[in-house]
C-alpha cells in the first residue's frame, strides 16, 4: 500500500503508529504461527464459506487469494477420514460444544499431513460461526510412531530372543515379563513364571547370592552383575544358564526393573562336572593303587543272626580304606571310580584271599563280589587258589552277587556260580527287590540266601506296601527252599515285626555294627 492510498483519516502520527503496530503484531503472529505450525481458521455456517489464516495456508500449500469453503477443504482430507470429520463439525454446529478431531490430509501439493483441529461455535454468541484452530502434527505423530514401531521391534525381539530374557522387580524379584527361552532354560510356563519371584525358581544357595546382589544394584553399589545359576525342572532335568543381570533406570536415576538375559550353557556345564568327576576318580585311582601296594585296605565284618536262635550263622565282609589320615574311608566313596577303571576285580581278589584265611579258622563269611568279576576268569581262579591254599572249606563262602549286577550277565554269573556251587560254596542275591528280573535270576542261578534291601526294612513299621513286599519275599523264598535275610535292622519292634512275617536271618547295627576283623 503506498502511502498516497491510506485514507485522509488514518493519515496523521497516532493512526500511522496504530496501523504499524498492528502490522507487526501481525507480522509476530504470522512467525508464531510459521513456527509452530498452527493457524485459525472461521467458518461461516450460513454460506459455507471458510476464512483461513496464512498458517494454515502454508500448512495446505495454499496461496493467499485462494478462497475455501467447508466442501473445497474437506475434499484435502484423506477419504479415510473424511466422512467422519464432516460429521463431527456438522455436530459441533448442530449442538454446540467443542471440536477435537484428529485426521490425515493430503495438502495442495500433495503432500500427507497429520492435522489435529479445533474449534468452538462463536462465544460471543454469533450463531452460524464456527471458529477453530488447526495443528500441523505430522511431525509429532511420525516421532511417536517411530517409537512405537522401535518399541514394538524390541519387544518382539525380547519375546523371540535366543537366549532368555526377563524383567524383574527391583524390589519384589517378581517376573514382570519373560521371553520363550527363559521359560524353557528354567522350566515353567509364562503363567507359573509370572506369579512367582527369581528366588523361586533358583537353587536356594544361588537365590541367596543373586538377592545380595540385585540389593547391592537397588542400593548404587553395583552396576550389574553375572552368574551362573542351575535350574531344577520338575521331571528332575537341570539346566544351567549364565546369566547377566542389569539395571533399568527411570529419569530420577532410581531403578525401575531389573533386566536379565540367560545364555544355556548347560553342555558346557555338564562337559566341566564331568571333567571334575574325573580329576576326582584319577585322585581315587592313585589312592586305591597305593592302597592295594601299601596293603591300606581293611576288612571289617558284620554279623548275620539267626532270628529264631540269636547265633551269628556268618559275617559279611565290608571293605574299607585307610586314608592317609587314618581315617577310615567308606566303600561308597572309592568303589564306583575303581569299577570304572577297572581296578574292583583286583580289589574282589584281594577281599577273596583274606576271606580264605578267615574262613580257614572255621568262620563262616560272606563275600560281596562286583559285576566285573562275575565274568573273570582271573577271579574264579584265585578263589579256587586260595581255597586249595588255605584248605578252608568251601561251604563257608558265601558270595553275595546283587541285583543290579546281574544285568546282561546272567550267562557269566551262571557259570561262575556253577563252578563255585561244585565246589561248595553257596551264594546270596544282595539288595534284593531294587533291581530287575527278580524271577529270572532265582531260575538260573544256584542261590541259597536271598537278602531283603534296606529299603524295605527301614520303614517297615510305617509302611503297608513295604510289609507285603517282604511278606512277598519270604513266600518267594520259601517256595524255592532259600533262607531270607533282612538287611538295615536299626530297632528292635522291626525286628520283632520281621521275625513275625518270617524272615530267617537279620543283620543291622541294632544286632550289631561293622567292626574290623582279624584276618590271620
Ligand atoms: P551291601 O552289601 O548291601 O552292605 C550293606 C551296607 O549296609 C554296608 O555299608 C553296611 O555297613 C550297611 N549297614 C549295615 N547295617 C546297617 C543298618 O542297620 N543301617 C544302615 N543304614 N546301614 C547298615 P557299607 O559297608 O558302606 O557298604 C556299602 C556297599 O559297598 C555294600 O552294600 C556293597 O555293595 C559294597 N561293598 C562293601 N564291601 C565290599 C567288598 O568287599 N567288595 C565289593 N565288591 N563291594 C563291597
Ligand atoms: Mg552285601
Ligand atoms: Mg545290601
Not at 83 to 92: G, L
Not at 135 to 147: F, G, I, K, Q, V
Not at 160 to 186: E, F, H, K, Q, W
Not at 203 to 227: N, Q, V
Request: proline fraction near 3%; charged fraction near 25%.
Amino acid at each position: 500500500m503506498k502511502r498516497s492510498d491510506v485514507p485522509d483519516a488514518l493519515r496523521g502520527g497516532g493512526s500511522r503508529q496504530r496501523a504499524e503496530e498492528l502490522a507487526l503484531a501481525t507480522s509476530r503472529l504470522h512467525q508464531a504461527e510459521r513456527l509452530a505450525r498452527v493457524g485459525s481458521w472461521e467458518l461461516d455456517v450460513e454460506s459455507g464459506h471458510v476464512e483461513i489464516s496464512l498458517g494454515i495456508r502454508r500448512i495446505i500449500h495454499a496461496d493467499a487469494r485462494q478462497q475455501f469453503d467447508l466442501g473445497t477443504l474437506l475434499a484435502l482430507v484423506d477419504a479415510y477420514d473424511r466422512e467422519r470429520v464432516a460429521a463431527e463439525v456438522s455436530a459441533v454446529i448442530a449442538d454446540g460444544g467443542q471440536l477435537r478431531t484428529e485426521f490425515g490430509l493430503t495438502t495442495l501439493e500433495g503432500v500427507a499431513r497429520t492435522i489435529l483441529l479445533r474449534a468452538e461455535v462463536d462465544a460471543g454468541g454469533a450463531a452460524g460461526v464456527l471458529r477453530g484452530a488447526a495443528l500441523d502434527t505430522t511431525e509429532l505423530r511420525d516421532a511417536e510412531s517411530a517409537r512405537s514401531a522401535s518399541e514394538n521391534l524390541f519387544t518382539q525381539g525380547f519375546d523371540s530372543a535366543p537366549i532368555g530374557m526377563a524383567l524383574t522387580d527391583p524390589r519384589t524379584g517378581r517376573y514382570l515379563r519373560v521371553n520363550d527361552a527363559a521359560c524353557r532354560l528354567i522350566g515353567q510356563s509364562r503363567e507359573e513364571l509370572l506369579q512367582t519371584s527369581f528366588a523361586d525358581v533358583a537353587d536356594p544357595e544361588d537365590a541367596e547370592r543373586e538377592r545380595s546382589a540385585r540389593e547391592a544394584m537397588l542400593s548404587g553399589e553395583l552396576d550389574g552383575f553375572e552368574a551362573e545359576k542351575r535350574y531344577v525342572h520338575a521331571d528332575g532335568t537341570s539346566t544351567w544358564s549364565a546369566l547377566t543381570v542389569g539395571a533399568i533406570h527411570g529419569p530420577g536415576g532410581e531403578v525401575r526393573a531389573f533386566i536379565s538375559h540367560a545364555v544355556d550353557i548347560t553342555a558346557r556345564k555338564e562337559r566341566e562336572l564331568q571333567l571334575q568327576a574325573q580329576a576326582a576318580d584319577a585322585g581315587w585311582l592313585s589312592r586305591i593303587r597305593a592302597g592295594l601296594q601299601q596293603d591300606r585296605f581293611v576288612l571289617h565284618a558284620q554279623p548275620i543272626i539267626d532270628l529264631a536262635t540269636g547265633d551269628t550263622i556268618q559275617q559279611e565282609l565290608l571293605i574299607r580304606l585307610r586314608g592317609d589320615d587314618g581315617g577310615i574311608i567308606a566303600p561308597g566313596a572309592f568303589l564306583p571310580a575303581s569299577e570304572r577303571y577297572g581296578l574292583i576285580s583286583t580289589i574282589d581278589r584281594w577281599v577273596v584271599q583274606k576271606a580264605a584265611r578267615i574262613a580257614a579258622t572255621g568262620a563262616a563269611v560272606e563275600i560281596n563280589l562286583s559285576a566285573a568279576s562275575l565274568g573273570d576268569r582271573a577271579t574264579l581262579t584265585s578263589i579256587e587258589t586260595a581255597l586249595a591254599d588255605t584248605g578252608a572249606d568251601p561251604s563257608l563262602l558265601v558270595f553275595e552277587i546283587t541285583e543290579t549286577a546281574l544285568v546282561d550277565r546272567i550267562d557269566d554269573a551262571r557259570r561262575f556260580a556253577e563252578r563255585l556251587t561244585e565246589l561248595g560254596c553257596r551264594f546270596a542275591l544282595d539288595d534284593f527287590g531294587t533291581g530287575y528280573g527278580t524271577l529270572t535270576y532265582l531260575k538260573h542261578l544256584p542261590v541259597h540266601f536271598i537278602k531283603i534291601d534296606v529299603d524295605f526294612v527301614r520303614d517297615l513299621l510305617r509302611s503297608d506296601h513295604d510289609e507285603r513286599v517282604v511278606r512277598s519275599i519270604v513266600s518267594l523264598a520259601r517256595e524255592f527252599g532259600l533262607k531270607t535275610v533282612a538287611e538295615g535292622i536299626e530297632d528292635e519292634p522291626t525286628l520283632h515285626r520281621l521275625r513275625e512275617l518270617g524272615v530267617d536271618h537279620g543283620q543291622g547295627y541294632f544286632l550289631g555294627r561293622p567292626a574290623p576283623i582279624a584276618v590271620p
